[in-house]
């Protein structure tokens, strides 16, 4: 395979379709007609970032029900003429956005586009319906308050963002949940549902103005007067002191480990070399030096890996480990010890060299299925990364230096200010 | 477009398939060894998991901290997976990298080192796995389910094998188990992407074919003797949510019920995805997500077909309502099950199964892994023509058919029932 074949695989503004309607919708397009399928996916802004603390996991209550029904179609109907194709269509919260992805054969896209739009615009949260996914979403919660990983995970947020939104869990608590009103849902969707901040994005059997040509006729005439928008962030107080916490459920024969810190925002410049630095720190190969220690040389976990997770605010770059209760001490221990020498010792030039090559060659991969290019056009909208984004890519890899990746490190990584959540026995 | 395979077998017996598909600068290379936790005892349980664990750890050629990175290095995407039936690595790379994939997996055919220091830290890793499993409730009823369904045949242990084996088994065990099932003539070499068929056969030969046919690894023959009635059992444990699973003992997946099963299985909880890389869809209008969740008394179902070598189960997983017993669940499945042994379903609803199941293939076809997947899966318990087959197979089935095997499969006798009862935070 010659260059510039490969670089015909990576989408760029030659096949990349955009355009915007008058209402504001932003579609992203582009053909893959290689399978006779199409994925439909895009986000919106009505987030969990707007649910006031009383009544937290609205947002999310919302995103659930608006396929319970709408003004033309029942909860069975819609997904009858769902699942009768072998179509999916499904909505999900996050902080600042909510999202929807669904896919289809090629020749049910109408469809997808006809119930995307009915379950945005016109919901009509059904009594009865909205008790038996209550019962459902409280379930979820009980289940959640068993799960070591998500408690640990709920906990570590609780730390790193004391005082702040992004300490919230997005699917609330069982005593929000039980007291959401029908009302909270129709007001909240009222006030912050519209076609402003929505980014759709098709990618598969389809000619991309054919696709552009159904988004319109689907969404094109949405109209909201007044749709409201999400409050500023407020600034985030960065820890002054590592802080533990260890959330007890009994019984359970793991602990789960997250060890972490502030890491940058998407936009920030430090993002690339944070993420190459992250990979070296806890990903490349068997999940990089953190696994080498933890799970490779010490034996004390199935998995043991760094991650960063970088968004419209301030983001957070976490250590999680599955360990034996015993032996969280322990694993805490090696795991410190890690990142103090990352901030120490920066990376070396070969675990550089290495990363790049990971991460430029593993691009065409993250970009074979539909589902994976729809995010990557999503990625590029979300973030006004270009569209030529993946095309440069690979000199946006290459640019960063050791000295950049031990800076940035230092930058957001103090070992003496950490968050450290534990959950388990 | 026409994608080419190809078939064929080595004069050491490895099976090779090979599908050109240009669609992408990518390959997806896949070697599956016919091994198993059906092939292990007691006392060696989770033994064929833990050779898999033990091929990333290096040969002389690909020292362990070589071998993951050099994959990583070139952008590969690998992995593993043991299951019940079979063992399975792939690399999925950049075409012009697959080369380095062909040399590390002809090498760990047969040169893996089972250092005895990797196998004592690797012994650890493993059970720190098997404690992450037990932290899940299904996990916990699951293992009781499926040692209760089958007294004799190896399908009675979890993959991930008896804490009291893993804390046994030796590197000899281990060495010994790999010897007898890493040969030639007991593997598929299964390749999908973007490669010319004559250079990469030439390619795989030259690396494969040296390696010579082991004897041929010998099997457990413990036949599961027919079950005389039901049996229910509990499992308990933290936690306020109840669980119910319900299995009925289903055929082999090249037994020709397996597509009548499959369409009842689409018709009664939502088509089970077949495919390994690609999501399923949701199955809110299937019989039992009717007669339970809209009923609310349960909050979720799931039903699940696997394809195996040997009789298996078809597992009705129910999370059940806060407000509800698990018996109030258990007597609405058995309503909906005698619907399906008495009632004749509509050609339609064959038909709606049919075209989820087209809907799946599409959807799995998008991605290379999964295509090479398909490939030696298929040929791990029927053949290639099995899957090339399977939508014409499920187009063939009447409404005959699916009353016979409701009746056939689903009798109360045969099935095992579990519930998961929560202690709520009682000691």
């Known amino acids: 395979m010659n260059m510039a074949g490969y670089n015909l695989a990576l989408p760029g503004p030659d096949d990349i379709y955009r355009e915007v309607l008058p209402n504001g919708i932003v579609i992203l397009t582009r053909s893959n007609f290689n399978s006779p399928s199409v994925v439909m996916s895009g986000y919106f802004s009505a987030g969990a970032l707007l649910d006031p603390n009383e009544k937290l996991g609205l947002a999310d209550f919302v995103t659930s029900a608006l396929m319970r029904g709408t003004k033309k179609r029942s909860f069975d109907k819609i997904y009858n003429e769902l699942e009768a194709v072998g179509a999916s269509l499904g909505f999900s919260s996050g902080v600042h956005k909510s999202g929807f992805s669904g896919r289809s054969l090629a020749e049910d896209l109408l469809l997808l586009l006809n119930l995307l739009s009915e379950a945005l615009m016109t919901p009509t949260f059904p009594k009865a319906e909205m008790e038996k996914l209550r019962a459902q979403l409280l379930t979820g919660l009980a289940i959640r308050a068993q799960d070591t990983s998500d408690m640990a995970s709920m906990v570590f947020d609780q730390i790193l963002f004391k005082g702040h939104p992004y300490s919230r869990p997005e699917d609330g608590y069982p005593e929000t949940i039980q007291n959401l009103t029908r009302w909270d849902l129709v007001k909240f969707h009222r006030e912050y549902y519209g076609p402003l901040g929505l980014v759709i994005a098709i990618v598969g059997a389809v000619k991309p103005e054919e696709a552009a040509r159904q988004v319109k006729r689907a969404l094109g005439g949405w109209q909201v007067k007044g749709q409201k928008e999400a409050p500023e962030l407020p600034a985030l107080k960065p820890l002054k002191k590592t802080v533990s916490k260890h959330h007890r459920i009994a019984g359970k024969s793991q602990s789960d480990l997250i060890i972490g810190t502030n890491g940058p925002m998407r936009r920030d410049p430090e993002f690339m070399s944070a993420s190459i630095g992250n990979n070296i720190l806890g990903q490349f190969g068997m999940m990089g030096r953190i696994g080498d220690v933890v799970r490779e040389k010490s034996g004390l976990a199935y998995y043991a890996y760094s991650s960063l997770s970088a968004g419209i605010g301030p983001g957070s770059w976490e250590v999680n480990a599955g360990v034996n209760p015993q032996n969280v001490k322990k694993a805490s221990g090696l795991i410190v010890d890690e990142l103090k020498r990352f901030v120490q010792e920066g990376v070396t030039a070969d675990e550089l060299a290495d990363t790049k090559a990971n991460f430029i060659g593993r691009l065409p991969l993250s970009l074979e299925s539909n589902g994976g290019v729809a995010n990557a056009l999503l990625n590029i909208e979300r973030h006004n990364l270009g569209l030529d984004y993946y095309q440069r890519y690979e000199g946006l890899v290459n640019e960063v230096r050791q000295e950049d990746v031990l800076n940035t490190a230092r930058k957001f990584i103090d070992p003496d200010k950490l968050a450290i959540a534990v959950a388990g026995p | ?427």
């Not at chain 2, 070139?74 to 063992?87: P, R």
């Not at chain 2, 059970?127 to 009675?156: C, D, K, M, W």
């Not at chain 2, 058995?334 to 599409?362: G, P, T, Y």
């Not at chain 2, 295509?371 to 053949?383: I, N, T, V």
């Open chain 2, 1 to 427: 477009m026409m994608d080419t395979l190809t078939q064929t077998t080595l004069s050491n017996g490895l099976k090779v398939l090979l599908k050109e598909i240009h669609t992408a600068p990518i390959i997806s290379s896949w070697v599956w060894y016919r091994v198993g936790s059906r092939d292990e005892v007691q006392g060696r349980t989770g033994i064929s998991h833990w050779v898999e664990h033990m091929q990333f750890k290096g040969t002389d050629q690909f020292p362990a901290n070589v071998l993951d990175k050099s994959i990583s290095r070139e952008g590969g995407s690998w992995n593993a997976f043991t299951y019940i039936d079979w063992t399975a690595y792939f690399e999925t790379m950049p075409a012009d990298k697959i080369d380095l994939a062909l040399r590390l997996e002809s090498d760990r055919m047969v040169n893996s080192r089972f250092d005895t220091n990797e196998v004592a830290s690797e012994r650890t890793v493993i059970i720190s796995e098997r404690e992450g499993n037990e932290n899940e409730p299904l996990f916990r009823l699951g293992e009781v389910l499926q040692q209760t369904a089958f007294r004799i045949h190896p399908y009675h242990h979890e993959v991930i094998g008896d804490m009291a084996d893993l804390r046994v088994i030796t590197r000899e065990d281990l060495y010994d188990h790999y010897n007898a099932f890493y040969v030639p003539n007991n593997a598929v070499m299964a390749v999908a992407g973007d490669f010319d068929t004559k250079t990469m056969l030439a390619r795989i030969k030259e690396l494969f074919e040296p390696i010579p046919a082991g004897s041929e690894p010998a099997r457990l023959a413990r036949e599961e003797p027919p079950q005389n009635g039901e049996i229910r059992l509990s499992v308990e444990g933290p936690g306020e949510t109840t669980y119910v699973q319900v299995c009925y003992r289903f055929p082999n997946a090249a037994h020709p019920d397996f597509f009548p099963l499959s369409v009842l299985d689409s018709l009664l909880a939502g088509p089970s995805n077949l495919n390994m890389f690609s999501g399923g869809i949701s199955n809110k209008t299937s019989r039992l997500y009717r007669a339970l969740v809209d009923k609310e008394l349960a909050v979720s179902v799931q039903g699940g077909a696997q394809a195996t070598i040997d009789p298996f189960l078809y597992t009705i997983s129910m999370t059940i309502h806060p407000k509800r017993k698990p018996e109030e669940a258990l007597a609405a499945l058995d309503r909906e099950i005698k619907r399906a042994k008495e009632e004749k379903v509509l050609k339609e609803e064959i038909n709606r199964a049919i075209k989820q199941a087209r809907a799946l293939f599409a959807y799995g076809s998008e991605n290379i892994t999964n295509q090479g997947f398909w490939l030696g899966y298929s040929e791990m318990f029927a053949d290639y023509n099995w899957f090339q087959t399977y939508l014409d197979k499920l187009s063939a089935v009447t409404v005959k058919d699916i009353r016979r095997v409701a009746n056939e499969y689903f009798g109360p006798q045969s099935r095992v029932v579990g519930t998961y009862a929560p202690t709520n935070g009682r000691p």
